[in-house]
C-alpha cells in the first residue's frame, strides 16, 4: 500500500502539541511513530534483527548510528518533498530529525519533537537556516 506525502504530513500534525517525552516524543520517535501508524515503512523492516542495535534513547545514536538507521528504514533522496524526514545539525552535530510539512515559496517547514525549557512538546516550525541539513530521506511506502 502506497502512502501520499500529504497523509505523511497530515499523520505528523496530529501529534502537533503532544508533550515532548524522551523516547516516546521526541525527533526520532516521531517519524518512527508517524511511520508506524502509516505503515509507511518496507514490510518487517521493524522487526528486522539490525534495528535491534537502535534499541534505547536517541541520544546514544552517534550520528553514524543514526544515519545507518536512516538508510535501512527510509529512502536517501536528493530532492526534499513534503512528507520528507531531514537530519539536521545542531551544534555542529548531526542529532535532529524533523518531517517537511510545507514548502510555500522558499521557506521549509517541519514537524518535530521540540526539547528546549520553554517548550517541551511536538511542534511545527519554519526552517531558519536549510544549510542546517545534513540528509533527506522519504518513506519506502511514498507515492512516487
Excluded at 40 to 60: H, K, N, S, V
Amino acid at each position: 500500500m502506497e502512502v501520499a506525502r500529504e497523509q505523511i504530513v497530515a499523520e505528523a500534525r496530529k501529534w502537533l502539541g503532544t508533550p515532548w517525552v524522551h523516547g516516546v516524543t521526541d525527533c526520532a520517535q516521531l517519524v518512527m511513530n508517524v511511520g508506524k501508524d502509516l505503515s509507511a515503512f518496507r514490510p518487517g523492516a521493524l522487526e528486522d534483527p539490525f534495528m535491534r542495535q537502535f534499541d534505547g534513547y536517541p541520544e546514544t545514536y552517534i550520528p553514524k548510528r543514526m544515519i545507518k538507521a536512516l538508510n535501512f528504514l527510509l529512502v536517501r533522496t536528493d530532492e526534499t518533498k513534503l512528507g520528507d524526514v531531514c537530519l539536521f545539525f545542531i551544534k555542529g552535530s548531526p542529532q535532529h530529525l524533523g518531517i517537511i510539512s510545507r514548502r510555500p515559496g522558499d521557506h521549509m517547514y517541519i514537524i518535530h519533537g521540540f526539547n528546549k525549557p520553554s517548550m517541551m512538546m511536538v511542534v511545527e516550525s519554519r526552517i531558519i537556516n536549510p544549510g542546517h541539513i545534513l540528509g533527506t530521506w522519504q518513506f519506502p511506502m511514498v507515492e512516487k
